[in-house]
T-cell receptor, first 109, second 112 residues
Framework: AQRVTQPEKLLSVFKGAPVELKCNYS??????LFWYVQYSRQRLQLLLR??SRESIKGFTADLNKGETSFHLKKPFAQEEDSAMYYC???????????FGAGTQVVVTP | DTAVSQTPKYLVTQMGNDKSIKCEQN?????MYWYKQDSKKFLKIMFS???????INETVPNRFSPKSPDKAHLNLHINSLELGDSAVYFC???????????FGDGTRLSIL
């Protein structure tokens, strides 16, 4: 069965410190992975997708098929990065997204 | 404003009532989705339509009935509301499968 695991419910970091949000997936096919972010009182929005291999707002994520992971990283956290982050896996040709449980990131000054 | 818009934003109603949530997207997308976010913030897909046709139907009670009058609209009707239906419901759309999904602001449904 397909599954997305985000082991950390809450991640509290200091401003300027590195932050890494873990995401592991279980899927027998070729995975399409995404990171979505929900800032306070805003809608859920796409942050990154693995296929584009870009950096958005200083965040990067690398797909590691050997470890079945798609961890999200940022070298220097900012207060505006405080938000709920969801890792998501597209599991069929219709784009059905399976979300992880989410990680709440709190960046303190 | 190009976006996915849902109405209402908040819905407070009593157990046993029937209610509808509307969703419209003006992004020209051909695929629309409904998600449920529970009190622990866990997001789970409920339904998806592609060009007005149902393509994803997760294990959802048949009290929930989606309706897509055209590809820009996907409404969600819920009959005989139960306490467990309290959640935030998100509508989303995408241009084809596996493309980034654009989400609405959510509808917070509270059952008294």
């Amino acid at each position: 069965a397909q599954r997305v695991t985000q082991p950390e419910k809450l991640l509290s970091v200091f401003k300027g410190a590195p932050v890494e949000l873990k995401c592991n997936y279980s899927y027998s096919g070729s995975p399409e992975l995404f990171w979505y972010v929900q800032y306070s009182r805003q809608r859920l929005q796409l942050l990154l997708r693995h296929i584009s291999r870009e950096s958005i707002k200083g965040f990067t994520a690398d797909l590691n098929k050997g470890e079945t992971s798609f961890h999200l990283k940022k070298p220097f956290a900012q207060e505006e990065d405080s938000a709920m982050y969801y890792c998501a896996l597209a599991t069929d040709s219709w784009g059905k997204l399976q979300f992880g449980a989410g990680t709440q990131v709190v960046v303190t000054p | 404003d190009t976006a996915v818009s849902q109405t209402p934003k908040y819905l407070v109603t009593q157990m046993g009532n029937d209610k509808s949530i509307k969703c419209e997207q003006n992004l020209g997308h051909d695929t629309m989705y409904w998600y449920k976010q529970d009190s622990k913030k866990f997001l789970k897909i409920m339904f998806s339509y592609n060009n007005k046709e149902l393509i994803i139907n997760e294990t959802v009670p048949n009290r929930f009935s989606p309706k897509s009058p055209d590809k820009a609209h996907l409404n969600l009707h819920i009959n005989s509301l139960e306490l467990g239906d309290s959640a935030v419901y998100f509508c989303a759309s995408s241009q084809g499968a596996n493309q980034p999904q654009h989400f609405g602001d959510g509808t917070r449904l509270s059952i008294l």
